[in-house]
């Protein structure tokens, strides 16, 4: 009989076979955050945290265009926001932002930002996403609101308040900026940032037409069992690389 129970994560004999998945997801994430349209000139970064040196990260170069980012493109920052593998320059703001997200956050493997254009407008209103939906409820009781804005994100104890906002939710509003997503996963955090961008145009919409109804506080709950774990979010990002790898298959390239 054919094993039908639903796919689960991947484990790894060696550290090198789990570096180089984290590294093909973090770099079919970027292809597929192109297609979405969530590039924004150099702004916008996923980082993933390296398995063996657990206080480094792999992220995209500097005004490199998220369309064209191959494996070996990534670059590999260490806390100190030096580049130690990689030929280009990084983000400061990554640095800053990723940095302390990723300290005040030990079980977080990837955090994703960008500037996408529906989470950059709904970030404008300085409130958290209502329960409208199946699909927002993944959020329910699980994001927050950062509701400060001083600029570009560089000084770290701004980055450390950053990531205190978002504390142990999986999303955080960076209010007049945009969003940012963790995950177990270099696939949850891009999955995430992906439906919560859509779940900010549906609000949007919704709320231009009329007066959406909500989900009653309960059923928000159990929508958020069902659509918003770990793994919901793993398996949601799955179809979406098999897409893009099909289609773009030089991303592998190293």
Request: proline share 6%; aromatic share 8%.
């Amino acid at each position: 009989m054919p094993n039908l129970s639903p796919p689960q994560p991947p484990r790894f004999d060696t550290i090198e076979d789990e570096r180089r998945h984290r590294k093909q997801r973090l770099a079919g994430a970027f292809r597929l955050f192109s297609l979405f349209g969530f590039n924004e000139g150099i702004a916008g970064h996923i980082t993933a945290r390296d398995p063996e040196q657990t206080d480094h990260f792999w992220v995209n170069p500097l005004g490199m265009h998220f369309g064209h980012i191959t494996v070996g493109d990534l670059l590999l920052v260490n806390e100190q926001g030096e580049v130690v593998e990689g030929n280009r320059p990084v983000n400061a703001a990554a640095v800053a932002i990723h940095t302390q997200v990723h300290a005040a956050r030990p079980d977080v493997v990837a955090a994703a930002h960008a500037h996408s254009l529906h989470g950059k407008a709904w970030s404008s209103l300085g409130r958290l996403l209502d329960p409208i939906t199946q699909d927002v409820c993944a959020f329910w009781g699980d994001h927050t609101l950062f509701d400060d804005y001083t600029g570009v994100v560089l000084d770290p104890q701004e980055a450390k308040r950053l990531a205190h906002a978002l504390g142990e939710h999986k999303a955080v509003i960076l209010r007049n900026h945009g969003l940012l997503t963790v995950g177990h996963s270099v696939d949850e955090a891009a999955w995430w940032f992906a439906t919560m961008d859509r779940s900010c145009q549906t609000q949007l919409l919704a709320e231009a037409a009329g007066t959406p109804v909500l989900i009653e506080p309960e059923m928000a709950a159990l929508a958020a069992s069902q659509v918003g774990s770990h793994h919901s979010g793993w398996l949601s990002f799955q179809p979406l690389y098999d897409r893009i790898v099909t289609a773009q298959p030089d991303l592998l390239e190293e």
